[in-house]
């Protein structure tokens, strides 16, 4: 099969996939972006991006892919839909196949991101789409005016409890330590909003039903003590797994996220990685989008370098 030539292919149309698309077709690389699923990735949750700066008042996260994702197009990225089966590289190129096509490329972005951790509990599997959910924006209108549990304490599940409390008849916040780990501002408001109850120190053990969620088994950390909690719903926000499966042989950290240099440059040459599939310490859009652009800069100048041109 022969391939379809790029200078600059991305993998992952998520906010780091798209401004990287934006920021390499911008600077004349031709550059081709390849998702399995629609654009946007984990910002399409997001109900009211409020803390990008400069877009203010907030937007909900499909309309700010979408306007992502009508700007690299207008600078002359290509974006096409289809699952990646492999990536290779022979010589100077990466391979990139795909059900119907080949591509190949001299830079390479890994952009695919993460999904989200299961708790890994009875009745998790059993009632997922009955009950079980990771996506507030989601599944949020099946609750409104139910009982629902969200369990984390990160940004991701204030944000989503926050969001719930606008539809559900109660929302109850568990979360394993004694404090929540979101941003300050997005902690307090949760802690403020007289709907959400937050119960510190507890653990879901058990997810419990007939044809749909019932109640969950909550256990007490600190004593051991188990309590069954009525519930229609359960939101789990337990933190993410990044999509790896592509290229498994580059170094990763203990969570299984890509480690890269600062210039978000990977081990092997011409191969960037950015996103919430990278090894970091803060997860948010802006640092997805600055991760992209830094990604893409970098790879006009690998292109530029093995092809002996003058870099701009």
């Given at each position: 099969?022969?391939?379809?030539r790029y200078?600059?292919?991305?993998?992952?149309?998520?906010?780091?996939g798209?401004?990287?698309?934006?920021?390499?077709?911008?600077?004349?690389?031709k550059?081709?972006?390849l998702?399995?699923?629609?654009s946007?990735?984990?910002?399409?949750n997001i109900?009211h991006?409020?803390?990008?700066p400069?877009?203010?008042?907030g937007?909900?996260g499909?309309e700010?892919?979408g306007?992502?994702e009508?700007?690299?197009?207008d600078?002359g990225?290509?974006?096409q839909k289809?699952?990646?089966?492999s990536?290779?590289?022979?010589?100077?190129?990466?391979?990139?196949k795909?059900?119907?096509q080949?591509?190949s490329?001299?830079?390479?972005l890994?952009a695919?991101?993460?999904?989200?951790?299961?708790?890994g509990?009875?009745?998790?599997?059993?009632?997922?789409?009955?009950g079980?959910?990771?996506?507030a924006?989601?599944?949020?209108?099946?609750?409104?005016?139910?009982?629902?549990?969200?369990v984390?304490?990160?940004?991701?599940?204030c944000?989503?409890?926050?969001?719930?409390?606008?539809?559900?008849?109660e929302v109850t916040?568990?979360?394993?330590?004694a404090?929540?780990r979101?941003?300050?501002?997005?902690a307090?408001?949760?802690?403020?909003?007289?709907?959400?109850?937050?119960r510190?120190n507890?653990?879901v053990?058990e997810?419990?039903?007939?044809?749909?969620?019932?109640s969950?088994?909550?256990?007490?950390?600190?004593?051991g003590?188990?309590s069954e909690a009525?519930?229609d719903?359960?939101?789990?926000?337990?933190?993410?797994?990044p999509?790896t499966?592509?290229v498994p042989?580059?170094?990763?950290?203990?969570?299984?996220?890509?480690?890269?240099?600062?210039?978000?440059?990977?081990p092997?040459?011409?191969l960037?990685?950015?996103?919430?599939?990278?090894s970091?310490?803060?997860r948010?859009?802006?640092?997805?989008?600055a991760?992209?652009?830094?990604?893409?800069?970098?790879?006009?100048?690998?292109?530029?370098?093995a092809?002996?041109?003058?870099?701009?």
């Open positions: 099969m022969e391939s379809t200078d600059f292919i991305i993998i992952g149309a998520g906010v780091a798209l401004t990287a698309a934006q920021y390499g077709a911008r600077s004349n690389l550059t081709l972006v998702e399995n699923v629609s946007g990735g984990q910002a399409l109900m991006l409020e803390n990008y400069g877009l203010y008042p937007i909900p499909s700010f892919i306007k992502m009508a700007q690299a197009k600078f990225a290509v974006m289809t699952q990646v089966l990536v290779d590289k022979v010589g100077p190129l990466f391979t990139v795909t059900a119907d080949t591509f490329s001299e830079a390479l890994l695919t991101g993460a999904y989200p951790r299961k708790l509990i009875p009745g998790e599997d059993t009632f997922a789409g009955r079980v959910s990771y996506c924006t989601c599944d949020g209108p099946f609750f409104r005016n139910k009982r629902v549990v969200v984390g304490g990160g940004d991701s599940a944000d989503e409890a926050t969001y719930l409390s606008t539809l559900a008849a916040l568990v979360h394993r330590r404090q929540l979101a941003q300050k501002a997005v307090e408001r949760v802690l403020r909003n007289p709907k959400i109850t937050v510190f507890t653990v053990k997810i419990r039903g007939t044809q749909a969620v019932e969950l088994l909550l256990e007490d950390t600190g004593t003590l188990t009525a519930a719903g359960v939101f789990i926000f337990a933190g993410s797994v999509r499966e592509l042989v580059l170094p990763h950290d203990d969570g299984g996220f890509i480690l890269t240099d600062d210039r978000m440059a990977t092997i040459p011409g960037f990685c950015a996103g919430d599939v990278r970091k310490q803060f948010q859009v802006v640092t997805a989008a991760e992209g652009a830094l990604a893409a800069h970098s790879a006009e100048k690998y292109v530029r370098d092809r002996s041109e003058a870099y701009r």
